[in-house]
Every structure is written in structure tokens, then in C-alpha cells.
């Protein structure tokens, strides 16, 4: 049997979300590689922390997904494509 590295065996991460700012409201849509577990309760915890530092404040986390959806949700995202 081989044995590959973790890092090998990973999936790519995706997620899609929604996040906004205030004074003037400002709000998006994007797309953002997720690094661990490869779920909404995972993605909302890394986006929330780096949208924050950045003074966004994350809306909803609506899907997450593998590289597989990403061509299909570039032209929504606009700027916001794998920005965060």
C-alpha cells in the first residue's frame, strides 16, 4: 500500500459568500480558497477573520465546493474572485 502525504490527499476548498461594509454601506459577492475542513461552519470562520481585517464583515457563507465550481461563479465575483 502507498502511503501519500496529507497535503497530497487534500481537496481543494472553495467558498462562496456575501459580506458588507458600513459608511458608506458597501456590500459584495465573492470567492475565497478555504484552508481546513471543507465546510460552511470552517469557511465562515476563516472568511469572518480575514474580511474583518480588512473591515468587511461577513454576510453568510452560501456554499462551499471543490475547484470544480469555480468557472462558473468568476463572472459573479467579479474583483472579489479569490481576493480574500
Known amino acids: 500500500m502507498l502511503l501519500l502525504p496529507a497535503q497530497a490527499m487534500a481537496q481543494e476548498c472553495y467558498a462562496d459568500y456575501k459580506a458588507k461594509q458600513d459608511n458608506p454601506l458597501k456590500l459584495h459577492y465573492g470567492v475565497a480558497e478555504i484552508s481546513g475542513p471543507c465546510s460552511k461552519g470552517a469557511a465562515k470562520a476563516d472568511l469572518a477573520a480575514r474580511l474583518k481585517a480588512k ?28 481576493r480574500f
Open 55 to 82: 473591515g468587511w464583515t461577513l454576510l453568510n457563507v452560501v456554499s462551499v465546493f471543490g475547484a470544480e465550481g469555480l468557472d462558473e461563479r468568476k463572472a459573479n465575483a467579479g474583483s472579489y474572485y479569490l
